[in-house]
């Protein structure tokens, strides 16, 4: 009897053994072949971000926009980003002398999931995007994107954007880009130690009469909120 209850518990310990053998197995196959699977969507996407083919470049922009919205971005994935918010500017290919990949529109998508990764890196992909960028529009979308981020490590997003603020006021001030511009400060603000910057910048916005009022309107009344909150400091010191 003895014999029988120790040989069915050594069949016990043996069964569950072999169980857990085959669940750990199972999940090592899983998790190997998980890993090659996304190895292979880095390879594709980064293939298809470098093609020559902006049609394909549209398509690795798809399908790094559904990765962002997941959560599910790899470090591959960020630097095809960063070749794709660079596109034409960074990286640029001639035919014939003429430049062949000056892609506006794929920039600025890029920048627009770049916000969406919302990391570090990806703020200091935008950063570079907007100081070297010469197209209002993709500026516009790194500007909305750095924003979104709110990282602001040392004042060097919002010292960033005053600059490029100046800039481009002095050669083709565009009311959206100035929109945007507000609105980032506005997110930026709590993050920023030294906001001498954000005070010109706004009060350059906000007097400068090539932009339509409600722009100047809005950057006027983030001044005044600017100056309430030190005012308040003040009393409280």
């Not at 040989?7 to 053994?17: D, H, K």
């Not at 890993?35 to 298809?48: G, K, L, P, Q, R």
């Not at 100035?178 to 997110?187: C, P, V």
């Not at 722009?215 to 308040?232: I, Y």
Request: net charge negative; charged share 25%; aromatic share 4%.
């Amino acid at each position: 009897m003895k014999i029988n209850k120790l040989f069915a518990v050594g069949l016990s310990v043996m069964m569950i053994g072999a169980t857990v053998f085959a669940q750990s197995k199972k999940e090592n196959e899983t998790s190997v072949e998980s890993e090659y699977m996304s190895n292979m969507e880095d390879v594709v996407v980064t293939e298809m971000a470098n093609s020559d083919q902006r049609d394909n470049k549209l398509v690795a922009l798809q399908y790094l926009d559904s990765a962002a919205e997941s959560g599910n971005v790899s470090p591959d994935m960020v630097a095809a980003l960063n070749q794709l918010a660079g596109e034409g500017i960074s990286t640029q290919s001639r035919t014939k002398g003429r430049m062949s990949n000056n892609y506006p529109d794929i920039r600025a998508k890029a920048c627009e999931i770049l916000g969406k990764v919302g990391t570090e890196e990806a703020a200091h992909i935008l950063a570079d995007v907007v100081r070297y960028d010469n197209e209002p529009w993709v500026i516009s979308s790194a500007v909305k994107s750095l924003g979104e981020i709110g990282f602001n490590d040392n004042d060097k997003v919002t010292d960033t954007i005053a600059f490029i603020s100046n800039r481009v006021e002095t050669l083709t001030p565009t009311s959206s880009l100035a929109n945007e511009i507000i609105d980032a400060y506005e997110k930026l603000l709590p993050n920023t130690q030294n906001k001498r910057p954000v005070i010109d910048s706004l009060s350059r916005i906000a007097q400068d009469y090539r932009l339509v009022r409600p722009v100047r309107t809005k950057a006027l009344e983030l001044l005044r909120s600017l100056s309430g909150t030190d005012s308040k400091k003040d009393n409280k010191n």
